[in-house]
Nanobody, 125 residues
Framework: VQLVESGGGLVQAGGSLRLSCAAS????????IGWFRQAPGKEREGVSC????????YYADFVKGRFTITSDNAKNTVYLQMNSLKPEDTAVYYC???????????????????WGQGNQVTVSS
């Protein structure tokens, strides 16, 4: 399993970024993929997840209405569109696969087994 994130960077508050998570080494449709983030000095927290079977999505309350998770199955890629970014969104963002299958049950770290290397997102005020 390989997950490679890209698309991070520096943006001003109120701006947008789109993160990509390119997946390989497994059957893309068989596993749900989610996004997490970890800010300096803080624990990793769940951001969003998408079921690979029915496309249902889950979002943490602090990103609802601002972030959107989508997938392109032809490209084996999951995206996280981040709009109205805030300085508190600054973190390293990780994508990860649910270890047991194609369905998320929220965005709980214990459900995720394979992780990307992380991608820095910095939002300036």
């Amino acid at each position: 399993v390989q997950l490679v994130e890209s698309g991070g960077g520096l943006v001003q508050a109120g701006g947008s970024l789109r993160l990509s998570c390119a997946a390989s080494g497994f059957t893309f449709d068989d596993y749900a993929i989610g996004w997490f983030r970890q800010a300096p000095g803080k624990e990793r927290e769940g951001v969003s997840c998408m079921n690979s079977n029915d496309g249902n999505t889950y979002y943490a309350d602090f990103v609802k209405g601002r972030f959107t998770i989508t997938s392109d199955n032809a490209k084996n890629t999951v995206y996280l569109q981040m709009n109205s970014l805030k300085p508190e969104d600054t973190a390293v963002y990780y994508c990860a696969t649910v270890w047991y299958g194609d369905t998320c049950h929220g965005v709980r770290m214990a459900d995720f087994g394979s992780w990307g290397q992380g991608n820095q997102v910095t939002v300036s005020s």
